[in-house]
């Protein structure tokens, strides 16, 4: 076994966030709290349950981001990866961009770069899973909150929540009259719009409209000698709309939404040979502003995506009945020069030689595009719940998931003429059902028992086609397969009301992924399948509110062990490739702290830190590793040895700090908020290498303003920047040509100015 990494960054920042907030000393801010009980902290409200509860009563591991905190972390035009590290042990990644959001919850999650990879992550928008990856990639917008449910989340929320569940909540029609106007403008003649407007059409329906416009120019330049471009790519334009109408009279209610995206983009920035060998430092005069690529003037990014839902409720005297109906679609074409570089450097074009390649040494000259031109989900659920006055209450339900789609991979020579030499295309066509009940009981009055199972079926239908290949000379390849299975998900659970302000609870659950296909046969002869893997965890905790109100602290342990969990292989000397593969068993622990302070009149704060350990168990897991990087795992007759390896994109450590200042000036308030984000060193693959070993990443926000009321508007103007440190590291890899890097957003600035109206 291996030893353990650890982080000693991780543990001196840990250790000066907690004493700063520690420091304040408590028994001044317990005096503060005492000569001014109006200084509490706000209820936060959750729907873990599927019905709105207080986070601080419901025994589940839940975090939530919500109000100024949403605001001021999604400033900058930033993605839905603005999560990452936010919340304790969640991390969000990509290879693609402002689209395919990869998320990982206790330090699981997948790697998987195909349009068809299913995680271990559910994303819910709406009440609705956002089972697709280019589904996942909505931006954040007119938002009530955010909330992260770590741990198995099988019972309720189904399929593919192993690890837990992100759940969106978008802001809902009011009856009265609201809205709000936001225009910003930052660096790299950045310009953001947001909007919304919300009021009653009659006395029973109201309608809310929401838009998003963000503009970012190209600022990388590509410097290839004959192909020089200046802002050659790194912009993006995109458009998001949501309208929702809401109906409400006596017992029914009635909620349509209706959303949609279109983003014109570039993909994200692959520098070739950006690693130094022997090392996970830069090359010497790197520029994460600079490229030299044949072929950056092909890059492109097209995103369209649009669903509608329909929620309608009606409550009876001791029952709701809820019919959630969802369709989604998507549609991408993304197209980038993978091995970041230039030159014939092509292990196919013999006598190639090595001074028409580069920067360095690429061993495969790689272009591909991958596309959704047809994709189509459908989701059904109906449930029925109690709202006895009683000590028992109970849901029980089924669901209902279809999804049909269609993949297209392309190939080009990788030479920048635009020369198509591959072409595979994927059909696959999903069916879900499930039937589930959970039921809680107050067994005495200060505890509660939570109880549930679920009973889920899955079908996929998979065929591949390959009608030309760069590598292969046997063009035309078909191969299909049908991985079905059904299981039980179940949880237990148990929440002890100590006091007032102190709860403990621990559960024990059990959830499970379905069946994966990896289908891209476009450099390769193989269809993988990776069976479905189950996951067993127990987890114990305290929800507390402390000093009358002024203080919360919260804090998990938990334990995990997944069984057959699915691993993706991906690049390695076997070429751009994407493998699936089952582990025999992966083990992980840790715990997590989230806290809240009300310091003073003017002052409040957030502290949350996490630690993950992960561990694959298998003495049988090999890979053949990377094409020049420098593995450290042992090397074996079969391959390196991943016995013992952490997960990829698994830091140990994510921490984060937020501090917040208001005060009362003129007519209006000036504020200032600070959020500093944390995760130690992570891997980029299943193997462990010094080149491909992500450092430790720290970045930092700062927002000011001051807001005013003039009648029946606010108004605010605001300054704000995102990574203010300019920190620039390696978040990610391509290891199968070159050690190619890909690198976090530089340095954002800018200004807003926003109107509020009542």
Known sequence: MKAMKRSTLATLINATLFSAVAGTSFSSIAEEATAEKTNQLEVIQITARKRVENAQEVPVAASALQG?????????????????????????????????????????????FDLNSSQPVSLVVDEIVQESPILKGFPVFDTGRVEVLRGPQGTLFGRNTPAGLVKIDSARPTQDF???????YGSFNSLDFEGAVSGG????????????RQERDDYIDNRLEGNEINDATGGYQETAARIQFLYEKDDLSALFN?????????????????????????????????????SVQFATQNVDTQGASLKVEYDFNEHTLTSITGWESAE?????????????????????PTDTMGPGFIFLASETADALPDHNQYTQELRLSSNFDGDFNYQVGAFYYNEEQVIETFGYDGLGANFLTGYVRQDQETTAWAVFASSEYQLTDKLEITAGLRYSDDERDFTASRFASPESTTANLTKSVSPSDSHVSWDLAAAYKYSDDINFFVRAANGFRAPS????????DDVTVADSETINSIEAGIKSDVLDGSGRINATVFYYQMDDQQLTAVGGDSGNTARLLNADKTVGYGFEVDTQWVLSDNFDATFNISYNNTELQDDNLYLAGCFACTITDPLTAQGYSL?????PHAPEWIANFILRYTQELGDGEFYAYTD????????????????FTGEALLEGGVRTGYKWFSGDYEYEVAAFARNITDEQVFIGGVDFSNNSGIVNEPRFIGAEFKVNFF
């Open 517 to 524: 296909v990896q289908g891209r046969i476009l450099f390769s």
């Open 332 to 352: 991408i074409f993304s197209r980038a020069d993978v091995d970041g570089g230039f030159g014939c450097g092509n292990n196919f074009i013999p006598g190639c």
């Open 178 to 184: 609201e809205g709000y106007s936001a225009l910003s």
């Open 676 to 691: 500093w984000s944390y995760r130690s060193e992570i891997d980029f693959f299943l193997y462990d290498s010094v080149e």
């Open 643 to 647: 016995d013992g390896n952490s997960l």
């Open 68 to 112: 100024d905190g949403l605001e001021a972390a999604s400033s900058a035009g930033m993605d839905i990866r603005f999560l990452n590290a936010k919340i304790p042990s969640l991390t969000v990644e990509s290879s693609f961009g402002r689209s395919f959001p990869r998320f990982y919850v206790r330090g699981l999650g997948n790697s998987d």
């Open 201 to 212: 059409l009659t006395d029973n329906l109201s309608a809310r409209v929401s838009v998003l």
């Open 258 to 294: 209706y959303h949609t995206r279109n983003l014109n983009g570039k993909p994200i920035v692959f520098h070739a040979n950006a690693i130094e060998t022997g090392t996970n430092d830069p090359r010497p005069g790197f520029d994460p502003e600079a490229i030299y690529q044949d």
